[in-house]
């Protein structure tokens, strides 16, 4: 029995307002329906501390599923870290939409008593990745893009890659600059836009950022990575966003218009970048997707995770001809 269009278009009218409702509390939009990303707590850089070098003294919490946190893990892996600050892995609890630790951390069970116990407001979303002083039990830094430069200048192990050059820092800031607005935040604008013309302008915006690093990359007098022959921050912010392209962003927030095997030099670039020591060992393709499909709701309502392709496919495999 067919459907009455008038049922129709009143079940589509109540389900739109339903999203917007749910999208609302999922991240915020402006009048112009372009996501806005929630302002962030502890985010001043603070100067190195003085017990840095202390085994122990500091933990790095972070989450596997997302990619501020994952730009943090990266740096704390490919600085060698491991002997100075403890990495300490949070489980998200969909239902309750918070981080949990899998055993009580200082006293707390989730992020959220942490960051109060801390001096956030009671409404303050707790987010990672977060550096902990263990002595004090506060938080030191919880800005994804402070926090790598902070670890940057961490005391590291003699020949640990110095990831902020002097003589690069001009370049540097300017492809960070680019990729956290287009890229990084844009496949979310993408996503979270509430109107088709907020979606047209962070997905244009998005693609012309990936066109200038493809371009850059593939300048004969470039070295192999964004600013020279070694990896910096640049190529750091960019990789969370880019390994997790095809397995979540392209299908969930449809930034499908131009996969990544039609840009040969960022795509060798990513090959380069998840063959660097360590890094293989920050991804986690199965609890991405299981965790963005399966949580966000408004962008996903069944919860089912789609089968992808396998992320040992999208790093090793050849270009398609």
């Not at 590291?156 to 902020?164: E, I, K, Q, R, T």
Request: glycine content about 8%.
């Amino acid at each position: 029995m067919a459907i009455p269009p008038a049922v129709v278009a009143t079940a589509r009218a109540g389900w739109h307002w339903q999203w917007l409702q749910l999208m609302g509390g999922l991240g915020p939009a402006d009048a112009e329906g372009n996501y806005t990303r929630p302002e962030a707590a502890f985010t001043e850089l603070p100067p190195l501390p003085s017990d840095a070098a202390e085994p122990g003294a500091h933990v790095l919490i972070v989450g596997r599923s997302c990619p501020w946190a994952h730009r943090a893990w990266l740096v704390w892996t490919l600085r060698q870290l491991q002997s100075s600050i403890e990495l300490l892995v949070v489980e998200p609890d969909p239902k309750a939409g918070r981080w949990r630790f899998p055993t009580p951390f200082l006293g707390c069970t989730t992020l959220q008593e942490l960051y109060q116990r801390s001096g956030a407001p009671a409404q303050q979303r707790a987010t990672v990745p977060v550096l902990v002083h263990r002595r004090s039990g506060q938080v030191v830094l919880g800005e994804s893009a402070r926090l790598i430069e902070l670890l940057n200048q961490w005391p590291a192990p003699s020949g640990s890659a110095d990831l902020a050059p002097a003589e690069q820092s001009a370049a540097i800031s300017r492809w960070r600059e680019l990729f956290q607005a287009a890229v990084n935040d844009g496949v979310y604008r993408c996503g979270f836009a509430r109107t088709q013309p907020a979606y047209d302008r962070a997905e244009a915006a998005l693609f012309a950022a990936l066109d200038s690093a493809e371009t850059a990359l593939s300048e004969t007098a470039a070295g192999p990575w964004l600013t020279g022959a070694a990896p910096s921050l640049a190529d750091v912010q960019l990789f969370p966003t880019l390994i997790r392209l095809e397995l979540v962003y392209a299908p969930l927030f449809g930034v499908s218009r131009r996969p990544l095997w039609q840009f040969p030099a960022l795509w060798q670039w990513r090959q380069r970048f998840f063959a660097l020591p360590g890094v293989a060992d920050t991804c986690f393709d199965q609890a991405w997707r299981r965790d963005y499909f399966g949580a966000l709701f408004p962008l996903h309502p069944s919860g089912i995770v789609p089968a992808g392709p396998a992320l040992a496919t999208l790093v090793q495999g050849r270009l398609q001809p």
